[in-house]
């Protein structure tokens, strides 16, 4: 248990839909990553935020949205999903990115 | 526009041998060098770092070299264990900036 927390571990959802990913950053951690990894593709950067604040943005496309909350648990939220958006849904979170980030399991996400 | 590239999807490595996993960058930005070990359904671990004021760093069976002028680094695992088996990502950052860049990932497997 790396202790970033991503919820859920799969979905399934048709085109068009919309879902929200969750994301518990590990105790202590003000940062959290979201990045996208699509079938041979690498970690593609999606966007951070520091201590509920937007940090920086990565390619994010117009139909995805992030937040991080008070208690500093972070939301992606994807609507109007497409066939191209099934991919694998990674959180990471980090205090001082020394050591680089600590990851989350992922979410599966299947778009169908 | 790959900034960090990893040019050898997979690599298979005889037990006890030397593994070298390759990766290259473009941005001369780039301060910071991490390599990230990645099993199935799991998310990336952090497994060694190196800044750019160095050449190489070592930690265990892990050795990473840099090699600034050709924009080139390269993690040595000596000698290989049959639990090396994963996919290896390259990750760097530029100064100032939290956000890592990823390559696409090098498959490691070790033949026992």
């Known amino acids: 248990d790396s202790g970033v927390t991503q919820t859920p571990k799969h979905l399934i959802t048709a085109t068009g839909q919309r879902v929200t990913l969750r994301c518990s950053p590990r105790s202590g951690d003000l940062s959290v990553y979201w990045y996208q990894q699509s079938l041979d593709q690498g970690l593609q950067f999606l966007i951070q935020y520091y201590n509920g604040e937007e940090r920086a943005k990565g390619n994010i496309l117009e139909r995805f949205s992030a937040q991080q909350f008070p208690d500093l648990h972070s939301e992606l939220n994807l609507s109007s999903l497409e066939l191209g958006d099934s991919a694998l849904y990674f959180c990471a979170s980090s205090v001082d990115n020394n050591y680089g980030y600590t990851f989350g399991s992922g979410t599966r996400l299947t778009v169908v | 526009d790959q900034q960090v590239k990893q040019n050898s999807p997979s690599l298979s490595v005889q037990e006890g041998r030397i593994s070298i996993l390759n990766c290259d960058y473009t941005?001369?930005?780039?301060?910071?060098f991490l390599w990230y070990k990645k099993y199935p359904a799991e998310g990336p671990t952090f497994l060694i770092s190196i800044s750019s004021i160095k050449d190489k760093n070592e930690d265990g069976r892990f050795t990473v070299f840099l090699n600034k002028s050709a924009k080139h680094l390269s993690l040595h695992i000596v000698p290989s264990q049959p639990g090396d088996s994963a996919v290896y990502f390259c990750a760097a950052r530029g100064f100032g900036n939290e956000k890592l860049t990823f390559g696409t990932g090098t498959r490691l497997t070790i033949i026992p």
């Open positions: 941005n001369s930005m780039f301060d910071y």
